[in-house]
């Protein structure tokens, strides 16, 4: 059943935010982003949304976050569910945009308790397109767009990297060619996107069902990817509207060639000896150059396959029964299906491997609705069922005879090491029960209370339910008789909540038990034997994380609905933090165990505003606005836990730079107890020292590792505007971010002359005539950056009435427009939310910049 | 629709269940439970006894006792005057950790240290781990309790050996026997009840312990602890009783060797009567090769002199040598089909004391080291330009950091030891050789050594002789009467490589002294770095220990 929530279409119904009682955002179709276009769903509300941060790695989605990151061990992206199918954020990849009716994003705990386990990172609701009434339609929308390089880095070319190297007075070693192996490894690259849908109905059924095609090549040589996607839904209704039926389906089928090491072919390409050839050596091979051991022949690497396929197959089916005028019971079935499969070959290396899951959901939902003079009281209970199965295997093989056949035939590897060979197999269950209660009084007051319960077979048996309280309320002063003289007000509503929601994402199946697996052939005797051996310290204690949180709320709406403004305050705080805390070796057996211990605040305050400036029958002009203040705090992290004192190091390396001479204290981000995650640690550099020899140095001016900065934003913004005039209309979207730094691992490694002459240096590197390496906070820079993430230029073709084509729209769009920032090194939009080994560390591996042009056209029949 | 039905099903099913603890029960699939893993002998001996060899190497840094970088080889070796890293021009700075540990100047949050520390202790509680179910085990089956016993003995002969080690390193380590000991009541105990701990484990488990040679390859006892094993063990226990009953090592005194005793087969021994009395027993397994490279050969399985090794296979076990990888000059890598980081080199120390430059090199060193021009299958090797021959200067190293120096990237010998294996993968890392951890000809070298410390020089002449004349080799005479510093010197270039010079220096007492590019031991001449801090993060975890004397 589809969340009830009230929609304000501003006219056109171009851009508005419509926020609700419960802090949930309500994103219609009507107002994504280059919805005809975009072949990625996330990538249709990027910047929509107060408090989402939307991380892309090179091509692919990385990371969504939800009012910033509350656990440190995992299961920060958000609860997707897809016409009533949980899954994680991977789900949306099957679905297109152009097949989304709604996406309702809940970040407040009142919202999102209902969820349980799986509800503390938020929870992003979408709903597909439904058939309706009326007459067989088709409609038809196609792009296709091309892809530009128009900036790399500006290393030295072979004849200044000769020059610089007879000006530092080394050896060299000149194969007498000039190869720019970055624009090698590039190109320009050309989707192909089409999207068939047929949509029709009577009174009491109602279908659409859809096809979507994709095909592109990305910028670098030989990476391409090619998708297939489909949704079907029906709708029935019998007996006089007591029952009613949906089934659905929605699958893709996405095949993607990938890079295999994106840092070390971007390394490569860029500091390979630009005098070596780009053709085969006489065997056929491609020369390398040993004492560059950091780097290969980035033909080498272009020629490396890492290729995935995955299916997605989600079907569901709901059967609603209308009991009682008040009453209605649901019962819900959903099952999902991921299968991905991937196959990586090397010059001598080939493996293949596959993971298959499996996830079948019931529940039962019941639903009371009444209103009474003055009173409206709503009442919700459910009863779920969660399977989830878990396989996978890989395989491995090494000295292939022939570089040839790569993955698809895996016998050309002469040799199988025992580690390159696994199977796995894991299930997890749950069972919960909620109960959801509302009351109204004369649109004025409301009241919502929410209780979920939560059993989990991945925890202790002492600790398998958890329970996720929530309260609401919400006060609507333009109701209020003291009110009624504002006219110019026509909403006014103040909101609080408070509710508890757990995270399960961070631990796998069984992680509670204490269960043997292989752990090698044991060296020794005649007959190799695989042994088993417990390979974790096992806690049976273990139970969810907690987040509890307080929000407040104020929507307001003026002048005739033409102007809507919406802030609100939250306070989150995550308890029982699941944790690999360090513990003492002996008495146990390994150095971490996974604990509920610690704790970490994430506070905000966001604001939207959507205004209808100008509304006239020729002209209409929209423009709308959200900015996000984040603040998060690693409170603690250890103590005592069930009488043993776990503990974690006050401060943890989290992301670093690798590279050549950089292979020792080579730590940039830290996670630091008391900071904000991700702050970046180092030494003071006051700006270079020049010395008498000409040479050029970081000045250290306090060698300590102090905290310098934060990777993550502590602002936010993303911006909407939209002009129409007639049949033409302008649509631009604007992101930004503030507040964090940057740490220039590239510069930093290219620009020192101590490279030379085996890895290749910027070109401005041999005037600065910087001979260091040593990480200090001199390549630490502001992170702030306004983005045009794309103008799209859409024009309705007027036609003239007749029987085959009913309305035609083409649209010419242009992504990555331009990006404003101080940043110097290639763009500043690098991981800057995902707590991980890259988390605000440019290092290498920042694919070459490119505009992408769209030109789309939508036909309905 | 057969979906909408089973999906109905299903639903219905849901609500009708009412055994929801039941429904959240797991039968993990793919993996043993304790009752499957030690349902039986062949189970028991498997997961609760060779399981643990996977572990007496190593595939990852500060993981097994030789073949990886950062652990207890590199602790042992190092900080020596044998090997060095020097730094190569922004190559091997590593943020100074090679330096600090070269120069005996380390902090104690070092994160090799903590990390070895990790290694050893793990094995150990799974020792513990795996006595406690052999026991248990025991308990419902009487009848098999002979076998039982001896996997017993040679799990507490395997605790022993890793207690060595963590004693060797530390001093004062915490002595537990038993799992289920909470980490507030664990206490460092001394080392010399430590040491005398593991005497006594190993002299308990000799009886039950396979009295054949451990490295044997048609062998079940191939890689395992056996009766030599442990023999050897305690001969090199015996010969350092001075250092390990010395509780109090920072006040420059220790107890005479002559004043410890051991019983030995019914006998009271004091350190050096044990220590030859337990070397002589090594007689009747072993023998010298005629060859020194033999020991070393790629299929060195065969090797009479070898005691206890590291099985490697690059086909089946994970178990990785990395000191090629690291010593090796990149074009000498390339040759050899892999790439190598241009690393560890002997010092000068060590390459004078082989005679090197003079007309007297040692035969030895050309077993152990790439000196000179670079040969490989009786080829020049050459410089990636294909025309400069590729040449190793092993006098070269005259500072530690050689940056700018015209041989920065090619001073310094490189370790030879172990015969290139033509099958070897990863760089290497991956040979059929087998890594030799205690060798036969070292238990002659103590015999001498324990001989001269009796005050018999002449006595210790054969086994010194056997050692340093093997079978047709014979370029120096030998005096009649040998002499500690003569033995000190012979196991330099006997054991080049092998991982023992830190224990050697302890026990000659020059590990704490100025030597080679260390110019410097004002700072330990209380000797309190002949053991290492205890790793700053276990300190914070255990309030009530201190930390080592000195530190």
Redesign the interface.
């Known amino acids: 059943m589809r969340q009830k929530c009230r929609l304000i279409i501003i006219a056109m119904g171009l851009a508005c935010f419509t926020p609700t009682l419960y802090g949930q955002e309500v994103i219609d179709e009507s107002e994504l982003n280059n919805k005809e276009i975009a072949t990625n769903a996330i990538d249709a509300i990027k910047g929509r949304v107060a408090g989402m941060q939307v991380e892309t790695t090179g091509n692919a989605l990385s990371a969504v976050r939800l009012r910033g990151t509350t656990s440190l061990s995992g299961g920060n992206d958000p609860l997707v569910i897809v016409d009533g199918v949980m899954g994680d954020i991977r789900m949306l990849e099957s679905i297109l945009p152009t097949d989304i009716k709604s996406f309702n994003i809940l970040k407040d705990a009142s919202e999102t308790a209902q969820y349980g386990s799986r509800g503390a990172a938020g929870v992003i609701v979408v709903n597909t397109q439904q058939g309706s009434e009326g007459e067989t339609r088709l409609t038809y929308n196609t792009s296709l767009s091309m892809s530009p390089i128009y900036k790399r880095l500006k290393m030295l070319d072979a004849d200044t990297y000769r020059l610089a190297i007879q000006q530092f007075n080394m050896g060299i070693l000149d194969k007498g060619y000039n190869t720019d192996f970055q624009k090698m490894i590039d190109r320009t690259g050309f989707t192909q996107n089409h999207h068939l849908a047929l949509t029709g109905g009577n009174e009491s059924s109602n279908y659409r069902v859809a096809v979507g095609y994709f095909d592109g090549t990305t910028v670098i040589k030989g990476r391409d990817e090619n998708s297939l996607f489909s949704n079907i839904n029906v709708t029935h209704k019998m007996w006089d509207e007591f029952m009613r039926i949906d089934l659905g389906m929605f699958g893709s089928i996405n095949k993607n060639k990938g890079i295999k090491d994106e840092q070390k072919l971007f390394y490569s390409a860029a500091a390979f000896n630009p005098t070596f050839p780009n053709h085969p050596n006489a065997d056929g091979g491609w020369d390398g150059y040993g004492a560059a051991s950091q780097i290969d022949n980035p033909n080498v690497l272009l020629n490396e396959k890492n290729d995935t396929k995955v299916g997605n197959l989600a079907l569901h089916a709901r059967l609603t029964l209308q009991l009682l005028k008040e009453l209605d019971f649901t019962l819900f079935g959903g099952y999902t299906y991921n299968n991905t499969e991937n196959g990586i070959s090397t010059a001598g290396d080939a493996s293949r491997s596959q993971l298959r899951r499996e996830f079948t959901m019931g529940n039962a939902t019941l639903r009371f609705n009444k209103s009474w003079n003055n009173h409206t009281l709503k009442a919700t209970g459910l009863f779920e069922l969660n399977h989830e199965l878990l396989q996978g295997f890989n395989v491995a093989v090494a000295e292939m005879s022939t570089g040839l056949v790569g993955y698809d035939n895996l016998s050309a590897g002469s040799i199988r090491p025992w580690d390159g060979t696994a199977s796995m197999k894991e299930t997890s269950k749950m069972v919960s029960f909620m109960g959801k209660a509302e009351y109204d009084y004369a649109d004025r007051y409301k009241m919502g209370f929410t209780l979920r319960a939560d059993g989990s077979s991945k925890f202790g048996s002492n600790n398998r339910w958890g329970y996720f309280p929530s309260v609401s309320a919400s006060w609507n002063l333009h109701n209020e008789q003291f009110m009624k003289s504002v006219d110019w007000l026509n909403e006014l509503t103040l909101s609080c909540g408070y509710g508890l929601a757990g995270n399960q994402g961070a631990i796998d199946s069984y992680t509670a038990m204490r269960l043997l697996r292989p752990n090698g052939i044991a060296a020794t005797g005649i007959k190799p034997i695989a042994t088993f051996q417990e390979l974790t310290n096992a806690n049976p204690d273990l139970k969810w994380e907690v987040t509890r949180t307080v929000n407040l709320g104020i929507n307001t709406k003026m002048l005739n609905g033409r102007l809507v403004f919406t802030t609100s305050i939250y306070n989150t705080k995550t308890t029982d933090m699941l944790y690999p805390y360090t513990v003492s070796v002996p008495p146990f057996k390994y150095p971490t165990m996974m604990a509920n211990l610690g704790s970490m605040r994430n506070t905000g305050i966001e604001f939207s505003i959507g205004g209808t400036l100008i509304a006239t029958k020729d002209i209409s002009l929209n423009v709308s606005a959200n900015l996000t203040f984040q603040k998060n705090k690693l409170v603690s992290l250890g103590g005592n836990y069930k009488g043993e004192e776990l503990y974690a190091p006050t401060e943890i390396a989290i992301a670093g730079v690798n590279g050549a001479g950089l292979h020792g204290d080579n730590q940039i981000t830290f996670q630091v107890i008391g900071q904000p995650l991700g702050v970046f640690m180092l030494p003071h550099s006051e700006g270079l020292e020049f010395w008498e020899d000409g040479i050029t140095t970081y000045y250290l001016t306090d060698g300590m590792r102090k905290v310098r900065g934060q990777a993550i934003p502590k602002a936010l913004m993303g911006s909407n505007i939209s002009f129409r005039y007639k049949d033409f209309d302008v649509d631009i979207q604007v992101n930004g971010a503030f507040g964090h730094k940057i740490y220039n691992g590239t510069s930093l490694q290219y620009v020192n002359i101590g490279s030379l002459p085996f890895y290749n240096v910027l070109a401005k590197a041999a005037e600065k005539n910087i001979y260091d390496l040593t990480i200090t906070d001199y390549w630490l820079e502001s992170g702030d950056y306004v983005n045009i993430d794309y103008i799209t230029l859409g024009w309705r073709i007027p036609l003239k009435e007749n029987k085959i084509v009913k309305s035609m729209r083409m649209t010419l769009t242009m992504n990555n427009v331009a990006t404003f920032t101080h940043y110097s090194g290639l763009t500043p939009m690098i991981n800057s939310s995902d707590i991980n080994s890259t988390v605000g560390v440019d290092d290498k591996r920042t694919y070459p910049l490119y505009h992408t042009y769209t030109l789309g056209v939508s036909v309905n029949f | ?1 057969a ?2 039905k ?3 099903t ?6 009708l ?1 009412c055994g ?2 039941d ?4 039968n ?7 009752e499957q ?1 030690f349902c039986n002998l062949t189970q028991l001996k ?2 609760a006894l ?5 572990y ?2 190593g595939n990852a840094s500060s993981q097994g006792l030789q073949g990886t970088d950062r652990g207890v080889y590199d602790l042992n070796s190092l900080t020596t005057d044998e090997q060095i890293i020097p730094i190569r ?3 091997w ?5 090679w330096y600090r540990l070269f120069q005996h100047t380390w902090g104690s949050d070092e994160e090799p240290f ?1 990390n070895t ?2 290694y050893l ?2 094995v ?3 020792t513990n ?1 795996g006595i406690e179910r052999m026991e248990n085990y025991k308990k419902g089956h009487a009848e098999e309790s002979m076998k039982v016993n001896s996997y017993i003995a040679e799990l507490r002969a395997l605790r022993a050996l890793f207690y060595f080690y963590a004693m060797d390193l530390w001093g004062r380590v ?1 002595l ?1 026997t038993s ?6 009541d ?1 206490t460092l105990s001394d080392r010399r009840t430590t040491f005398l701990f593991i005497v006594n484990e190993l002299q308990e488990a000799l009886p039950y312990l396979e009295p054949i040679q451990s490295p044997m ?8 602890i056996t009766y030599p094993v442990a023999v050897f063990l305690l001969a090199k226990l015996a010969l350092n009783a001075e250092v390990y009953y010395d509780n109090d090592w920072t006040d420059n005194k220790r107890p005479d060797g002559k004043d410890i005793y051991f019983t030995v087969n019914g006998e009271k021994k004091n350190a050096w009567q044990a220590t030859e009395s337990y070397c002589k027993q090594l007689d009747r397994f072993h023998t010298t090769t005629l060859l020194y490279s033999a020991n070393f050969s790629v299929h060195n399985e065969t090797s009479v002199e070898n005691i206890f090794t ?10 990785q040598y990395v000191y090629f990888f690291r010593s090796r000059h ?2 000498q ?2 040759v050899l089909g892999g ?3 241009n690393g560890t080199c002997g010092t000068v120390t060590a390459i004078k004391a082989f005679g090197y430059g003079t007309d007297h090199v040692d035969y030895r060193f050309y077993d152990c080291f790439y000196a000179d021009t670079v040969y490989q299958n009786g080829q020049i090797v050459y410089d ?2 294909g025309v400069t021959p590729l040449v190793y200067h092993p006098l070269a190293i005259t500072q530690y950091d050689l940056s700018g120096l015209a041989y920065e ?1 090619t001073a310094g010998a490189r370790i030879k030891k172990y015969a290139p294996d033509p099958t070897a ?2 760089d290497s890392k991956l040979i059929n050789n087998d890594i030799v951890l205690f060798r036969y000809s070292d238990a002659l070298l103590m015999r001498a050594e324990a001989l001269v410390r009796m005050g018999n020089g002449e006595l210790a002449y054969p086994s010194f002789s056997e050692v340093r004349n093997r079978g047709t080799y014979s370029f120096d005479t030998i005096p009649s009467v040998i002499t500690l510093d003569m033995i000190y010197k012979e196991r330099l270039l006997e054991l080049m490589w092998e991982g023992w010079r830190r224990n050697d220096m302890i026990r000659f007492g020059t590990y704490n002294t100025a030597y080679d590019l260390k110019d410097y031991a004002e700072h330990e001449a209380d000797g309190h770095t002949i053991v290492f801090p205890i790793p700053t ?2 300190l ?3 309030p009530n220990w201190k930390q080592n004397p000195g530190y």
Request: aromatic share 10%.
């Open positions: 629709m979906t909408k089973t999906l109905l299903i639903c219905a099913a849901g609500i269940c929801c603890s429904y959240l029960e797991e993990p699939e793919g993996m043993l439970t304790e893993a498997n997961n060779l399981s643990i060899y996977n007496i190497g021009s922004g190559d700075e590593d943020g100074y950790l903590i520390w990790n202790f793990k150990i509680v799974m781990e915490p537990i799992t289920g000991i909470k980490t507030s664990m390859p048609s062998s079940e006892y191939y890689g395992r590291i099985p490697m296979d690059p086909t089946i076990y994970s178990n990149f074009s890598g390339n790439k190598s980081e990636e330009d990237k993968r990863m993060a276990l914070q975890m255990h």
